[in-house]
């Protein structure tokens, strides 16, 4: 199955062609757009961002997304003053550290799985604050499928 959508202009639709996709397809995907498609995502980020959520929050949240030729994409994620900013690289100290492969944060990042599931079955790694790993999602309005 291709997936067609953008995932900053169609945010939607590009979560239901996840949701419809094998992790064979997802890593192809990742493949084929390179670097881009996770950047995309990760820029996407402050745009949904739901500062209300997070009321006094100050925090800095690394991820590690492991693709599919087992490369390690590394992105931070800052949340301070009911700001979020992305930058890709983690050079500030983290609070939280989450590591998990590129399908399940496809669908994580899309609403097709929740994290907390995520992190019970072990697919999704946490190291550092795990309270802040349980409610860091509800701080993000994901597409609703």
């Not at 994620?77 to 989450?98: E, F, K, Y």
């Not at 999704?124 to 609703?144: C, E, I, M, S």
Request: aromatic share 8%; net charge negative; hydrophobic share 45%.
């Amino acid at each position: 199955m291709a997936i067609q959508a953008d995932p900053l202009t169609e945010p939607r639709e590009f979560a239901l062609q996840v949701r419809a996709a094998s992790d064979a397809d997802l890593e192809q995907l990742v493949r084929d757009a390179g670097p881009s498609l996770l950047n995309s995502i990760f820029e996407g980020m402050p745009g949904v961002f739901r500062a209300d959520r997070a009321g006094a929050l100050d925090t800095v949240v690394h991820w590690h997304v492991l693709g599919p030729d087992n490369a390690d994409a590394a992105y931070q994620v800052t949340i301070a003053g009911g700001q979020c900013v992305t930058s890709p690289g983690t050079p500030d100290p983290a609070r939280l550290t989450l590591r998990l492969d590129v399908a399940n944060f496809l669908r994580m990042t899309t609403g097709n799985a929740a994290a907390w599931t995520l992190f019970l079955r072990g697919r999704l790694k946490a190291r550092g604050d795990l309270g802040l790993a349980r409610t860091f999602p509800q701080y993000f309005d994901v597409p609703k499928v």
